[in-house]
C-alpha cells in the first residue's frame, strides 16, 4: 500500500512516503511516456532520496514537499505527483501516516498475533507431512500395483520418496508392507504416478 509511514526500525525518525511501486510507475507511463525508470528519471533528480527498507525491496521517499517542509496535518503526494508526472498535483484530501511502534512492547505484542494466526496453520501443515497413509489409500495402492506390476511399482515408489527420507521398498519387503511407511502426501504423489502408469 501506499502510504505515508514512520517505522524507527527502517527510517529512524523520519516520515517517509512508501510508494506502491505498480501504481506509481503506472502514473508515470500514462502521464509522462519516456519510457525511463520513474525513481531514477524523475524522482531522484526532483531531490527525493530513496530509503531501503531492510532487504525486502520496498523502500521509503523523503523529500522537500512530500515529507520534508511539509505539515503533517495536510500531507498530500502533490509534489512526488508533479515530479513524477510533470503536471501540478491536484490532492485535495489529507493523507494519515501509518505509524509502525517499533517499542519491545509493541513488538512482542505483534509476535504473539502473528503467532496466534499462523502458529495454528502451521502446525496443521507440519503434522499433514508426517501423517501416514490412509486405509483407504493403501487399499487403493494394492489395486493399482496388482494392476500395474512390482517392477513398475518399485520405479514409481523409488521415484516418490526421493527426497523424504522414506526408504526405497527392501527387496523381501511385500509391497503393501512398504506402502505403510508412505507418508498421506508421498502415497498420494505415488497414486498419480501409477494412475498414469
Ligand atoms: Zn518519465
Not at 506509481?24 to 524523475?42: E, L, S, V
Not at 520534508?68 to 498530500?76: H, I, P
Request: glycine share 10%; charged share 25%.
Amino acid at each position: 500500500m501506499s502510504g505515508f509511514a514512520r517505522d524507527t526500525k527502517y527510517y529512524g525518525d523520519r516520515l517517509v512516503y512508501e510508494p506502491l511501486e505498480s501504481k506509481w510507475a503506472g502514473y508515470h507511463a500514462r502521464h509522462c511516456g519516456c519510457g525511463q525508470d520513474w525513481i531514477t528519471a524523475h524522482v531522484v533528480p526532483a531531490g527525493f532520496t530513496v530509503i531501503p527498507r531492510g532487504k525486502s525491496g520496498y523502500y521509503g521517499l523523503v523529500g522537500p514537499g512530500l515529507t520534508e517542509g511539509v505539515d503533517e496535518s495536510v500531507l498530500t503526494t502533490n509534489a512526488l505527483w508533479e515530479a513524477v508526472t510533470g503536471k501540478p498535483g491536484t490532492q485535495t484530501w489529507y493523507e494519515s501516516v501509518n505509524v509502525t511502534c517499533r517499542s519491545p512492547e509493541a513488538e512482542a505484542a505483534r509476535k504473539a498475533e502473528n503467532e496466534r494466526i499462523y502458529g495454528p496453520r502451521r502446525e496443521r501443515a507440519e503434522k499433514a507431512k508426517n501423517e501416514l497413509a490412509t486405509a483407504a489409500q493403501l487399499k487403493y495402492l494394492a489395486t493399482l500395483t496388482e494392476k500395474v506390476g512390482k517392477e513398475r511399482f518399485d520405479a514409481e515408489f523409488a521415484e516418490a520418496v526421493k527426497g523424504t527420507g522414506i526408504e526405497p521398498r527392501a527387496p523381501r519387503e511385500r509391497t503393501a508392507t512398504a506402502s505403510k511407511r508412505l507418508t498421506k502426501a508421498v502415497a498420494r504423489k505415488l497414486i498419480s504416478a501409477l494412475v498414469g502408469a
